[in-house]
């Protein structure tokens, strides 16, 4: 039986991950999951682990029902940060293609940000009303995403991990492709067939595969970078196509409810 064995979600963009075992399904995604991001405080660009590896070391939690974000990284003080109103402090922010405005989280955020990550920042939000469509050549108009790179979820398969690990040789972490759902009972790489999945009574439509990058070389505990740049040199010997290393499935559901560990796995199509 395929299974749900992991739930993971990553309240600030690029930082560190929060094991669950259950949570709401939203109208963006697992509630909550990286509603809030650090930007360039000259331009509003979007920066990730990609190029500051140390976001990763930031531990960003919600508190108070929701209503105000813990941050904590090694050698800084803890900061409880208050959610920002809708149409407050509005900033022009930038993540790949898409610009938006969005919420500003404030100064002391800004100071703690740029303090520990060497360059001046700002940290912002994005309640519902300002998330960003979908893709629509994989999604309908009205589906939306938060600060996620394109989609609202992704969905990997354990099998898939690790016959990729034994390829490279050495255990790989879940974590270094950050995925939101881990599906356990398949064979490796099932999910590239799958169209469409219920997870309990949540429908999911697949999109598209997922395509890897630098990030997944970065060790989702230490910051540090893998010196023979894996996995994606073992990726692009056998999971390359047009270019890109897939791994992983980019998922939209279809209605909001609850997920919880150890839910069974339907595949409809």
């Known amino acids: 039986m395929i299974s749900l064995s992991a739930l993971y979600r990553y309240p600030l963009k690029s930082g560190k991950f929060e094991p669950l075992q259950d949570i709401r399904l939203d109208a963006l995604g697992l509630e909550g999951d990286r509603r809030w991001m650090v930007v360039e405080e000259s331009n509003g660009r979007f ?6 590896p ?47 405005q969005v919420p500003d989280a404030g100064d002391a955020a800004a100071k703690w940000v740029s303090e520990f990550l060497g360059r001046p920042c700002r940290l912002v939000q994005i309640p519902e009303q300002r998330a960003r469509q979908v893709d629509t050549a994989y999604a309908e108009p009205g589906e939306r995403v938060h600060f996620a790179d394109g989609f609202p979820l992704l969905l990997i398969g354990q099998a898939s991990l690790d016959g990729l690990s034994a390829r490279v040789g050495r255990p790989l972490e879940m974590l270094r492709f950050r995925p939101n759902l881990v599906v356990s009972g398949s ?11 219920r ?33 994606l040199a073992t990726l692009k010997s056998y999971r390359e196509k047009d270019g890109e290393m897939l791994f992983g499935q980019n998922l939209i559901a279809e209605g909001v409810g609850e997920l919880r560990v150890g839910m069974p796995v339907e595949i409809l199509e």
């Open 187 to 197: 064979e490796p790489f099932a999910e590239d067939g799958w169209k469409r999945i």
């Open 54 to 100: 140390q976001l990763g070391r930031i531990e960003a939690r919600w508190q108070d029902g929701g209503r105000a974000l813990s941050l904590r990284a090694p050698g800084m003080p803890d900061l409880l940060v208050p959610v920002p109103g809708m149409d407050e402090q509005l900033r022009g922010v930038t993540i790949w293609r898409d610009s938006l």
């Open 47 to 52: 920066l990730t682990q990609r190029l500051l």
């Open 199 to 231: 997870i309990g009574t949540l429908e999911f439509r697949v999109a598209k595969p997922c395509s890897r990058c630098i990030l997944t070389t970065i060790d989702p505990y230490t910051g540090e970078r893998s010196a023979d740049r894996e996995p």
